[in-house]
């Protein structure tokens, strides 16, 4: 039985000429699926769609878009639909919300818990691992082509946000949606060539940091290390290529919680946090700073002196362990 939200922005899309397919700043693996599996299946269908980002396609995701058909905003366009993918907020968008106000509707199809509820029709499914998941209930559903192309797209949002199909979140589910995914002719060979295995000499410098600077606190389950952009103007390395470091603290076998700072400004701090385990609820940690995204898996920015963000962050993280024990 399809939810009623799906069964309407089916409807909406079918009435649309002209579609925009949005994302997140930063956009990793599943937006950047999902967000292209989206694109290729609509002008398949006979669609004009233009899918627009901030930021752009990182590298290790540019195989995905030879085409290059993700651009930043245009201003000016007007669009019968706008269709946001894995994107919690319309603060997410960053810029591109300046330029989808001309449209007749807003679909927001995601599966953060944090999602905001933004759109005129909202598909939010939080059970889902990963949004690619959901594009390819949305393409099932509707009958829309599933292309080889198509398929690498959907299988690379739900390899990289389900940690190549090791977090708590994978379902049975998941690993059918992927089976159907490379009978559709998603290239796993490849897939898992560019995405993890085939990484710059700059994040392996960047590594090489990280290992010499993380501290723990909290009797050893708290991890956490401060990215500074000297550190990139160091290594040579880019902001993309810090996306899964974390994973390499969090994987101590005593850390309950991993944390990374990241400088974004003098004064403003981007925040990613990881939990292993069912009891810390590190959406919560987020949320007091006035970010989201999972139970294992969230982020926040904020403001203010680095270490007074560290300093609150922390205790925060500190108060939820308390009742945790180590192993």
């Not at 089916?10 to 599943?30: A, F, L, N, T, Y």
């Not at 694109?39 to 590298?59: I, R």
């Not at 090489?208 to 956490?224: E, I, M, Q, S």
């Amino acid at each position: 039985m399809k939810p009623q939200a799906l069964e309407q922005i089916i409807e909406e899309i079918q009435k649309s000429g002209s579609i925009c397919v949005v994302g997140h700043v930063r956009p990793d693996g599943d937006c950047i699926g999902s967000q292209l599996g989206l694109t290729l299946a609509l002008k398949s269908a006979g669609k004009e769609v233009a899918c627009w980002n901030q930021d752009p396609v990182p590298d290790k995701l540019k195989f995905l878009d030879p085409d290059r058909f993700v651009t930043a905003p245009q201003p000016g366009r007007v669009f019968d639909c706008v269709i946001a993918t894995d994107c919690a907020s319309l603060e997410r968008m960053g810029r591109v919300a300046e330029h989808i106000g001309q449209r007749r509707v807003l679909l927001n199809i995601d599966h953060h818990e944090s999602n905001t509820r933004y759109g005129d029709i909202n598909w939010i499914s939080p059970a889902e691992a990963s949004t690619g998941e959901l594009i390819h209930r949305l393409l099932t559903a509707a009958r829309w082509p599933v292309t080889s192309h198509v398929a690498d797209c959907l299988f690379t949002a739900v390899s990289t946000d389900t940690g190549s199909f090791q977090y708590a979140s994978t379902r049975p589910s998941t690993f059918q949606i992927a089976s159907h995914l490379v009978e559709q002719g998603a290239d796993l060979a490849r897939i898992c060539h560019e995405v993890y295995q085939s990484y710059p000499l700059s994040r392996m410098r960047l590594l090489r940091r990280v290992y010499n600077k993380f501290r723990l606190t909290h009797d050893d389950r708290t991890a956490y290390y401060w990215l500074k952009q000297a550190d990139y103007s160091r290594t040579g390395a880019k902001p993309a290529d810090s996306e899964g470091i974390i994973d390499h603290i969090r994987a101590i076998d005593e850390v309950v919680v991993a944390c990374v700072f990241e400088e974004i400004e003098p004064e403003l701090t981007r925040l990613s946090l990881r939990s292993k385990s069912g009891d810390v609820d590190v959406n919560g940690i987020a949320g007091q700073f006035g970010g989201g995204g999972h139970r294992a898996a969230a982020g926040a920015r904020i403001p203010g002196r680095p270490l007074t963000v560290q300093r609150r962050v922390l205790a925060s993280i500190k108060k939820a362990l308390k009742g945790v024990g180590r192993k």
